[in-house]
């Protein structure tokens, strides 16, 4: 058995569960050119990250109130057009509250952030549903110090509580609640900032203030999730999307593509699609592909799914069905019984598919420089890969998210996240 050593648990935003560097520093910027007023000489925006805004204008970047003030207005704005959206969620901070939470830990956010950002950012990224209690500025005209921000968040009744920031502010405001002060040392403050504060603990990064506030706890399982589509879907970019999406989300990707993914199936994934086995037979070619999956999903697939990562395939069985089941014409049922014991079990939760006729798929393919053994097949081999594709969708809705792939790239792109995060957030605002 585990037990967790908080029954309370507090956290800042700004450096310890999102990293607003980028937004934060362009949404100043922006302002500031606004006005017409500058970075004084020597100040790095960076230390605005953390104080209200209010405090960085007149104090840090020594604005005039008035001036401060009309500022003020521009990176609101700004922040809420733009800014917000260049946030990131440190890794496995997700992993962190949801085992809090399940582990029946209260958990609560103590920010100085005015409320309508702090929650947008929240929403943003499908974290609001974690906290028991968020407690933000109501006004940045009339400040609350952040001690008082910390009681507030504070439950009624608590045995040991720590409050959980990357600030002097944040470490001091804990110890004025007499609750442990825990350093983000991975966010904006060094680790001196915060032992001068008086920390008692500084962690160096999210993985060991995982360590710190769920010792021995089980990490939730990840998510398995798959990406299929015809040759010349776009696919290969849309996973390169994909995967920076997810990880500015703080998921903890593992991508990797079959076949191939480890050293073994690398090497049958080059005996497969080089041009130089053309006599290779269809069962030999299933077989193959059967092999090169076995390996991939017992030494990379399911070791990082129980490690609580998100693993993002580039093609699964589904590609088998369909190229050496349909394409091939081995038919569906021979595949699958081929790859049972390949898949062992390891089912996607969700796969993705890339929507386009094989017709135009085919001109898109012909722009490519170089092409492997499948790709040179005849236009009757891809429109039954497509036919095949068609039936697995029919066959199974509820785990194949369908995106026309047929529009530009960047609504591909944008319709691909938003699906995929209705799987994996299905509390995500849209
Ligand atoms: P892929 O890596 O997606 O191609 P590319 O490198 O051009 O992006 O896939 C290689 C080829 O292998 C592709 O034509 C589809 C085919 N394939 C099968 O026929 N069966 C399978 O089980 C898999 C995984 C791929």
Request: charged share 25%; proline share 5%; aromatic share 8%.
């Amino acid at each position: 058995m585990y037990s967790f050593p908080y029954d309370a648990v507090l956290f800042d935003l700004d450096g310890t569960l999102t990293c607003s560097e980028q937004g934060i520093v362009q949404s100043m910027l922006h302002a500031l050119k606004t006005v017409g007023a500058q970075v004084p000489a020597g100040v790095d925006l960076r230390e605005i990250i953390g104080p209200p805004l209010m405090t960085s204008l007149t104090g840090i970047l020594r604005l005039p109130v008035p001036q401060a003030r009309e500022a003020m207005a521009h990176y609101s704005e700004f922040f809420n057009r733009e800014g917000m959206y260049l946030y990131t969620v440190y890794p496995h901070i997700r992993s962190i509250l949801s085992m809090l939470r399940a582990g029946g830990v209260y958990v609560a956010m103590a920010t100085s952030k005015p409320v309508r950002p702090a929650m947008a950012i929240l929403n943003h990224f499908g974290l609001t549903h974690y906290f028991n209690r968020i407690i933000t500025e109501e006004d940045n005209e009339k400040l609350v110090n952040k001690p008082e921000l910390i009681r507030r968040a504070l439950p009624d009744h608590y045995e040991r509580a720590a409050m959980v920031g990357d600030r002097f502010y944040d470490i001091e405001g804990a110890l004025q609640n007499g609750i442990d002060a825990i350093g983000a040392g991975y966010g904006f403050g060094t680790e001196e900032e915060l032992l001068t504060a008086g920390a008692t603990h500084v962690v160096p990064d999210t993985e060991s203030l995982r360590a710190f506030l769920c010792p021995g706890a089980p990490v939730p399982r990840g998510f398995f999730l798959t990406v299929e589509g015809l040759d010349g879907s776009g696919k290969t970019t849309q996973v390169d999307r994909l995967e920076k999406s997810l990880r500015d989300y703080g998921y903890s990707v593992l991508r990797t593509r079959e076949p191939g993914g480890c050293e073994i199936s690398e090497e049958i994934r080059h005996t497969i699609l080089t041009t130089d086995h053309m006599e290779m037979c269809p069962a030999c070619e299933a077989l193959l592909y059967a092999a090169s999956r076995a390996q991939h999903v017992h030494q990379v697939i399911r070791p990082a799914v129980e490690r609580g990562m998100l693993v993002l395939c580039d093609r699964f069985v589904d590609s088998s069905v369909a190229y050496q089941g349909g394409g091939r014409e081995l038919g569906a049922e021979t595949v699958c019984q081929i790859n049972d014991p390949a898949v062992a079990g390891m089912w996607p939760d969700a796969t993705v598919y890339l929507e386009i006729d094989h017709q135009r798929a085919l001109r898109r393919r012909h722009s490519a420089s170089s092409l492997d053994r499948i790709e040179v097949e005849s236009a009757a081999f891809h429109s039954r890969v497509q036919a095949a594709y068609e039936k697995l969708i029919h066959d199974d809705p509820r785990r194949f998210l369908v995106v026309d792939g047929e529009q530009d790239m960047d609504t591909v792109a944008a319709d691909v996240l938003d699906a995929v995060l209705g799987r994996l957030e299905p509390e995500l605002e849209s």
